[in-house]
């Protein structure tokens, strides 16, 4: 009887196990709550993780299978990241590395480990041209869409109106901080205005007081910045200090944390930021996740946060892969995937307003839809004001100049390609 | 380029005297706080030969308690002396629970022991307080926020209210801790354990009651400090890198110089204020500040090894 117990529970034990490897979808996240970026990176994965716990609570997974939504520690340090793909990859359908740095580094990996990257917003922007960069998504737009889009708007929709003007380009020293300015110097070049990069260094983010002292010298017509972490706050701070007025002063999407103009309140007023998601606080969704991740006491979030943009465009981030994973359990009709097939659903993303409404997503992001040709979709996006308490709507629907990015991003990734020869290119896709 | 190294930034300086007393200013405020942090390590290092790592996670930590404990409901002030307790707990645990155990290892021990320390306090730290920027209680303590707009030279002259704080607590403590160190009983005990800890030890100086001291000062330190930097851009992790900024000023300085901490912080904050807007960033591209400072320390440290107040080591074999 003894021995029977003994098989019994072990061959329970082996079932359990093998039930939930064989259920689950494992989707690492190289997240960052600790160290210089946790303040930044915190709401972005308590976003992305709700969304897939209430996936999993509410619909039992995707397609039936439940999502493993592993965190994968890197405190944004590029060594750590690359650790956390390699301890990761071995289950992984997809590699979500939350850092430009991270992304550059394992870009020629995953040709060989065959795993998707999932880069929402950030990345190398020639990644766009999935021709050359067949793993790599960074749907649904690229650093390059962002500075063609904030150009947009501070010259009322004419570059041409930018000639003579001077532009300060205020940047984390950084890969991330790098990547728009082969972008904004083309079009610096093109249409006659003045850019001035500005870098700041990752020690002297909280202690920005030289680079606005070159700001007060040189007297830009506008600040771009591309800021991260702990270098948003420093920046805002030191703006205020310096009397920049605020209005003439935008920054990336991820320079736009409700926490970060906190801090200097009222005095932030009028500053910008471009987004490619909107916080919808009476979106269909949020009642989905307060009903089944919120009071079942299964978010590490809390209001405040909850109502910020950073929180819900972690929603938005999720939901891509969430689409992905969808699309691929249906062309393959299979429901545990594998990175292959994921593949294949990041690149036929068809993101339109009906399916947002289904997902109870409307106004969260615009619509766009990917292909084997193009891995980031360009669903364009938002100017976000900060006035005083919170981050308001201050543009309409504002799309990238595609004509221009385009080009340059097929350039730009034949260069990295030819670079970093032998480089596999998808001669299928037309 | 020889005209725009040795005369264009000058010709600047001279052209807009306004905009180089504003750079002065900067170089001062930083400066000042970088003597600071410098400070807590050389208090710690002179009565124990250890090298202090854990100094700036305990800036963090002491303004994440301050904060932490005013989201609770506590009044500013009550909040400050709370925190100062928290500091005196923390500094008694060190040096019960790590050093005292490690008393006679190698100081390199030692040294390894303060990253664990900053290990644990980053880790505890995120437990209690979590990860997230956090608005330092500016207002609440009475200092002000607002900024003074001068006119020199027929120019613009910023001086924001809170820097001046900053700048006239920092340089008060830093009196009061050389009133300390040399006026009190306790503080000759700190200088006498420095100078000859056998000696010292001989005449009945205790040495866990002088460790736990000099963890508390710095524990006193790590709190202004954490004042002073998390008004301007908020408290979060962040500031732990803050501290780093100390490195090249105890190279400069010494690291047993409580002259050299000062001097070296206030040198070290406004030469490389001076190097990156004058050379740095119409030279170089900017972003000089990452680099100048240990460059500086280099050079020194090429002609005179102790650092500039540092005392000249002397082996007999």
Known sequence: ?430 | MLHDIFIAPFQDMFSAPDFLLQVLWEGLVSGILYALIALGFVLIFRSSRIFNFAQGIMVVFAALTLVGLHAMGVPAWICVLLTLGVMFVLAMAIERVVLRPLVGQPDIILFMATIGITLFLIGFGEIIFGGENKVMITEELGIPTGSWTLEPFGGLLILEQKDVTAVVVAALLVIGLLVFLSRTQMGRAIRALGDDSQAALSVGISLHTIWVLVWFIAGIIALVTGIAWGARAGVSFALEVIAYKALPVLMLGGLESIAGAIIGGLMIGLLEKLFEIYWGQPLMGGNTETWFAFVLALLVLLFRPQGLFGEKIIERV
């Not at chain 1, 615009?366 to 709507?393: I, M, N, Q, R, Y």
């Not at chain 1, 080009?407 to 390609?417: F, G, H, Q, S």
């Open chain 1, 1 to 430: 009887m003894k021995h029977f117990t003994k098989m019994a529970l072990a061959a329970t034990v082996a079932a359990g196990l093998c039930t939930s490897a064989a259920a689950d979808i494992y989707a690492p996240n190289l997240s960052y709550r600790t160290g210089p970026f946790a303040a930044t990176g915190i709401p972005l994965m308590n976003g992305q993780k709700d969304y897939f716990t209430m996936i999993n609570e509410r619909d039992g997974g995707i397609g039936g299978v439940k999502i493993e939504f592993d965190e994968c520690e890197t405190g944004y340090s590029t060594e750590k990241g690359v650790e956390c793909y390699e301890k990761t990859k071995g289950r992984a359908v997809v590699t979500q590395p939350w850092s430009t740095g991270i992304t550059l580094q394992v870009l020629p990996k995953t040709n060989v480990d065959m795993i998707p990257i999932l880069a929402p917003g950030y990345g190398f922007s020639p990644m766009a041209d999935g021709k050359v960069f067949q793993w790599a998504f960074n749907a649904p737009g690229s650093y390059w869409d962002a500075a063609s889009m904030i150009l947009k708007f501070i010259s009322q929709d004419n570059l041409d109106n930018l000639k003579g003007k001077k532009i300060a380009f205020l940047h984390l020293d950084h890969p991330f901080g790098k990547e728009p300015l082969p972008f904004l110097e083309a079009k610096a070049a093109q249409h006659g205005f003045e850019l001035l990069p500005i870098p700041v260094g990752l020690k002297e983010m909280q202690n920005q007081s030289a680079q606005w002292l070159q700001i007060r010298r040189e007297r830009p017509d506008y600040v771009i910045m591309w800021g991260w972490g702990a270098m948003n706050a420093g920046a805002i701070t030191e703006a205020v200090k310096t009397k920049f007025p605020m209005e003439n002063f935008i920054g990336t999407w991820w320079s736009g944390h409700d926490a970060d103009l906190k801090i200097v309140g009222e005095d932030g007023k009028g500053y910008k930021s471009i987004s490619f998601s909107r916080p919808m606080l009476d979106a269909a969704i949020q009642a989905d996740i307060k009903k089944y991740v919120v009071d079942a006491g299964k978010s590490q979030s809390n209001p405040e946060e909850m109502s910020g943009v950073f929180y819900n465009r972690g929603l938005v981030i999720s939901m891509i892969l969430a689409e992905g994973i969808k699309a691929a359990q249906d062309h393959f009709k299979v429901g545990e995937i594998n990175a292959e097939q994921l593949r294949w659903g990041l690149e036929n993303l068809n993101v339109t307003e009906e399916r947002l409404a289904e997902l109870g997503m409307t106004g969260m992001v615009a619509p766009f839809k990917t292909s084997c040709s193009d891995h980031t979709g360009h669903s364009g996006g938002w100017v976000l004001e900060w006035d005083g308490k919170a981050f308001v709507e201050a543009s309409d629907h504002l799309t990238p100049d595609s004509a221009s990015i385009q080009p340059l991003e097929v350039e730009k990734a034949a260069e990295y390609a030819a670079a970093n020869a032998p480089w596999p290119i998808n001669e299928e896709c037309k």
